[in-house]
């Protein structure tokens, strides 16, 4: 992690759910639409991330207690909002699995899918512990979230921060977004919310995210998975097995063909 | 997206309800229920509406085939090398090598087809990545056709210009390098599809490139038994071996009492997996015990059959369970309690339903 590198810390408790934020992202990416269902789920009919969209607002809804309409501090509010989006991983595992170095690190530290030199083995989709990345069968390539590179280069906020009428999505330095994110605790603390929590997990093979979220209740809730791993770590066992099979392939052809003979 | 809900005649039926209660001006006693309702509430447990965390494998059918020609290849090159070296007849050393070439070629095109974007097949070859599995994968399928075609094209050249240096040279060469490459093409599949996030596959990253070397040489022998080379004893020997050990494989799995393995033994990938395993394990073994004992090739033929079959069901039957175990929403939410032992890993009980934090 480097001085420059750039973060979002996405703020469920000032989320209202307006899906500013996916409108931003599709408009300014001209991603195409992702069908035109009925979820059942709340108010959420985009269901997921996925190659058309790389900003996805969950809607979550708790039971209320009657009274308080489930705005108190002591229990989960009756509607909970998450606006997700690609993690953008210290230890990327889509980044690892790229074999065509399509997927590169940038230089604020965004997982960034050149699309000129993606070939669209899809390898990628089933390296990504946050289920993010996809391939549009269409055009046969996989996306995913840019962290508008193409804006931040030109010194501007992502679009979907530009966006968010209610700085729930938050842009800036990764190192001073954590601490942002430490205050915003004890600041919610203070006020009798004691369930809130930021999902980071640095203790992972994952090492961290460049999109922290600060949510109230079980991230589970929301999707986020409690102990999300890098696939490299199970190359070692692999190779591993790898070996002793090619050892064992030969010795058993070998012994084959010289008993044979007898 | 699987998880949404078509508008049904159950909420027809309940608008038209409303509809003439409003017209007859009759209270609703329970007012509006809404079509649908009640609505799910949250359970960390199951996470986001249940809706599944990891994406499935968007491999196309050529990926499982390209796993059966390929490794079924790779052990063919392994086969010409050791039977050249060791004076077998030359017949069956040209058959493995053709074999070996073939799939090579055959192999090269399924591989770029699968591609979203099949021109851009030599990005591949652009970097040369260790820590990614198909990186790995594309350099050695390019090496091992390259020297497997070689290898057959010596061949050629011997039949035609005689036993020459120049001729020998070349053919050794590539000969042991196809070999070489060829044990890779066997077995790095399984690191492949175990070094991914879907929980079913990297649960058996420690077993898969055995089970898939194993499969890549019963369908080797098979095939080369069927094209005629069916009075070679050393086939029939690499054919029990590796049928003897996918009848292990088989037991492992069926002995596996954890939901992540669930997917290899449930539902249509479970039975896809499952008539693999038996048809390369148990059956080509009985069979080829049967002839060692009687000499009757048709048991011979038959064990053949079985193991090609069971080994092209194998390769489709692990794809079949990965896009299975991707759409499993309880797994990645809920890791075993304990972290880092794979010994231990997601046995059902360690499933544990619970809200933790609200």
């Known amino acids: 992690m480097s001085a420059n590198t750039t973060a979002f810390l996405t703020d469920s408790t000032l989320c209202i759910g307006c899906k500013a934020c996916e409108v931003a992202c599709k408009e300014w990416n001209q991603l195409p639409d992702d069908g035109f269902e009925w979820s059942g789920n709340s108010y959420d009919n985009t269901g997921a991330l996925g190659h058309s969209t790389w900003r996805h607002v ?30 953008h991983c210290e230890v990327a595992g889509c980044l690892e699995a790229c074999p065509t170095g399509a997927i590169v690190r940038m230089e604020f530290g965004a997982v960034y899918i050149q699309p000129d030199v993606c070939n669209g083995c899809s390898y990628c989709v089933v390296s990504c512990p946050f289920g993010v990345v996809q391939r549009n069968e269409d055009d046969g390539r996989a996306f995913k979230c840019t962290f508008c590179s193409d804006r931040q280069r030109a010194g501007l906020k992502p679009a979907c921060a530009q966006a968010c009428p209610t700085e729930s999505i938050k842009f800036g330095p990764l190192d001073e977004l954590t601490k942002e994110a430490e205050v915003r605790l004890q600041e919610l603390e203070a006020r009798g919310i004691h369930d809130a929590v930021v999902y980071n997990p640095t203790d992972t093979s994952v090492g961290g995210i460049h999109a922290l979220f600060l949510l109230r209740g079980d991230p589970r ?16 066992k692999g190779w591993k097995s790898a070996a002793i099979a090619a050892g064992s392939m030969l010795a058993l052809t070998l012994l084959s063909f010289i008993g044979g003979k007898q | 997206m699987s998880t949404y809900r078509v508008p049904d005649l159950e909420s027809e039926k309940r608008l038209s309800e409303i509809r003439r209660a409003a017209a007859q001006g009759e209270p609703l006693p329970q007012g509006v229920v809404p079509a649908g309702s009640p609505f799910p509430l949250q359970e960390p447990s199951s996470g986001y509406y249940k809706i599944p965390l990891l994406k499935e494998p968007q491999w196309t059918h050529e990926v499982p085939i390209y796993f059966f020609v390929g490794g ?55 970097v040369f ?22 290898s057959a094209f010596a061949d050629l050249l011997r039949g035609k210009l005689g036993n020459v240096v120049p001729v ?31 929980p079913v596959w990297n649960r058996h990253v420690g077993t898969l490139p055995i089970h898939f070397a194993a499969s890549g040489l019963n369908s080797a022998v098979s095939m080369l038994e069927l094209i005629g080379h069916d009075d070679s004893t050393a086939l029939n020997l690499i054919g029990l071996g590796a049928s003897a050990y996918e009848t292990i494989e088989g037991a492992l799995i069926e002995t596996d009492k954890s939901r992540v393995s669930s997917p290899l033994k449930k539902g249509k990938s479970g039975l896809i997996v499952r008539a693999g395993g038996v048809l390369s394990g148990p059956v080509p073994l009985a069979l080829r015990l049967a002839y060692m004992f009687t000499g009757n090739k048709k048991f011979r033929r038959a064990a053949a059959v079985a193991g090609i079959a069971g080994s092209l069901l194998t390769r489709f039957g692990w794809v079949e369970a990965g ?28 499933f544990a339903v619970s809200r933790s934090a609200s």
């Open chain 1, 58 to 87: 969950k809607f979550v809804e708790n039971s209320p207690e009657t009274g308080t309409g489930g705005n108190s501090g002591e229990q989960l509010p009756a509607w909970g909002f998450s606006s997700d989006v690609c993690k």
């Open chain 1, 221 to 236: 809730n929301y999707n986020l998975p409690p102990q999300p791993e890098v696939p490299t770590t199970y190359l070692g």
């Open chain 2, 129 to 150: 990545k260790v820590q990614s599995p198909m990186s790995m994968g594309a350099w050695t399928l390019t090496a091992f056709s390259s020297f497997s075609a070689a």
């Open chain 2, 323 to 350: 896009k299975s175990s991707a759409r499993d929403y309880s797994i990645p939410l809920n890791p075993p309690l304990s972290a880092n032992s794979s010994s231990t890993l997601g046995s059902e009980s360690d």
């Open chain 2, 168 to 198: 020998r040279v070349v053919q050794n060469a590539s000969s042991i390098l196809a070999a070489a490459t060829g044990l890779v093409m066997s077995s790095y599949t399984g690191v492949l599809v175990g070094a991914t996030v879907i």
């Open chain 2, 72 to 126: 079924a290849g790779g052990a063919a090159a392994l086969i010409a090398s050791v039977a050249e070296g060791l004076g077998e007849h030359r017949d069956l050393v040209r058959s493995a090598r053709w074999m070996a070439a073939l799939s090579g070629a055959v192999s090269s095109g399924l591989l770029t087809s699968d591609l979203g974007v099949p021109s851009r097949f030599l990005n591949m070859l652009r």
